[in-house]
């Protein structure tokens, strides 16, 4: 199989659209008309280009409203045609897309569209090139791909054959073992695209919610499968339609493009890509502060029962631990983190994960098409392996921890002088929480997906007084890591104001697992933490009906709680910093969701504290 993109995957103009697809490597692209009609110079310079650039123009698409016309629109249909036959032969290009018609008012009778595919496929051949026929879910007579094949097979010219698109195939449910029956030299392309699982109408989620494979939640494998096994081995080409998509750059949708590609063909047992590193853990997690002002953060880590128990060797950097956690406070004045702090404000700029293999993360990443990123580091000191990750924080992959060889172990001194915190049981990173810009949602999933294998869950839609928020959240398969996104439409939410805060930082909250959360709760100073009304406590006990004693201790600790079965799940959530805000938790008897059913408490809690959320954007707009 060959990789392509169609034009319309990407955003930017035609010629961006070629450099960025060849920039990571694919093959070729197929033309949507749309794209050269607003091209300023002559289809023969995007075939030069093309050419230059390594890419094969596989096809050109689409040609509509072609079959079962009137007789005199029909003969309009063939001059219509020719002219693009004429386009078709400036771009050097030998197949053509016919999908299938939606007018109403057109004939249906199988006998006779498959004679006007047989008209086309004559012209189409006289120019020495090919026509392939696409079933599109919405066609109003051919909707499926059983019945574009039934047609080509009538027709049965030598250059008529299918276009299969796996949205089609898949949205529609289409049986895909018929697919044996169909000989793999018909089948001219496939077109590749995932969704989301939701129901709408098919056009509308066509347009407007396709993404690439890995992103979505349809099993695009499943008809690749079948391909496979019936020894087709043609173009794929990702036809993404997405109001997201033309929302980023070419050269990111070209990236993610060529990320869903390796991932998938990997899932297909095909695999390019180095082995997927197996992530154990959250090894640290990074915060920057200008030094001046660090004094609040550092009051409020020993307040949360985190010790400072090492000094980086040649930097402004301290690390305090608890348990299996690590944060490091970098408060340097220099170099990225302190770029990252003079943007952002107090902020995450780095996570660290702890896999197998730090260097088989890193060279994953790197074939993947992530950024890497070299820190500067002084004599002796440990060389940790990076990419850019969200929002351009850094992403750390670590090695598995060997006595005297931890990453504090080698670049940190004990601390002379340690913060005095009281152990209030915190064991391990639960679970991080970043927010990102609708339009890189989907983007970020196939990102931690494909490198890290942590699978995605259905999108959750979070109410929130301010606005909707989308989140979907990713996991390990042993839950060791855990990773929530959550990006909103409005600017009001709270992960509208947490980016117009902090000018798009990533990380919102991190969230901590505790022995005994209750007892850790009572020992966290009440004015850290996120004050928690008290007719949620009232209707808590009508849901669960609780015990009264249970209801006043979950009350006056300021502690949140959810059950699902025989899971249950309390957790609270301090002050945000800088829009940031830590949250203890802890799971007990299997309990393995976020606590999402709290979530709309969180955020109108927090709203309450910004007051008017209208007021503090106008404030933080500087008007
Ligand atoms: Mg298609
Ligand atoms: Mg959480």
Known sequence: MRRAIATVSMAGSL???????????????????????????????????????????????????????????????????????????????????????????????????????????????????????????WGRHVNDWRQAWDLVRRADHPALGLVLDTFHMLIKRSPLAPLREVSPDKIFLVQTADAPAITMDPLFWSRHYRCFPGQGELDVESVLRELFAIGWDGWLSHEIFSDDFRSTSARQAAVDGMRSFLFLEERLGRPSLPARPHARGVGFVEFVEASERAQAFRDSLRALGLLRTHRHRSKNVELYRAGDVAIVLNLEDEGFPHAFQLLHGLSVAAIAIETDSAQKAKQRAEALGATPFVSPVGAGE????????????????????????????????????????????????????QVVPPAELASWVLFYRALLGLEPEHRTDLVDPRGPIVSRALKSTDGAVRIVLNSSPSQTSGAGRFLARTAGAGAQHVAIACRDLLAAARQIPNELKLPIPENYYVDLEARFGLEPAFIEDLRSAGVLYDRIGHGEFLHLYTRSMNGFFFELLERRGGYDRYGEANTPVRLAAQAELDRSPAEELTRMRGR
């Open 15 to 137: 010629l961006e659209k070629l450099e960025a697809a060849a920039s990571v490597g694919f093959e070729g692209i197929e033309l949507f008309e749309a794209d050269l009609t607003y091209f300023p110079g002559k289809p023969e310079e995007v075939a030069a280009r093309a050419r230059d650039l390594g890419l094969a123009i596989v096809a050109l698409q689409p040609f509509r409203d072609a079959e079962g016309l009137s007789a005199e629109e029909r003969s309009r249909m063939l001059d219509r045609l020719e002219r693009k036959l004429d386009l078709l032969a400036r771009l050097d290009t030998h197949l053509l897309l016919v999908c299938s018609q939606t007018r109403p008012d057109t004939v249906g009778d199988p006998d006779r569209l498959a004679e006007d595919l047989r008209l086309i496929a004559e012209r189409v051949a006289a120019r020495g090139a090919r026509v392939g026929y696409e079933a599109l879910a």
């Open 382 to 433: 440990l060389i940790i392996p990076a990419v850019r990750g969200v929002a351009g924080s850094l992403l750390f992959f670590l090695d598995p921890p060997r006595p005297g060889a931890t990453f504090h172990e080698i670049d940190f001194v004990p601390d002379p002088d340690p913060s005095g915190a009281p152990d209030i049981g915190l064991t391990k990173v639960d679970h991080l929480a």
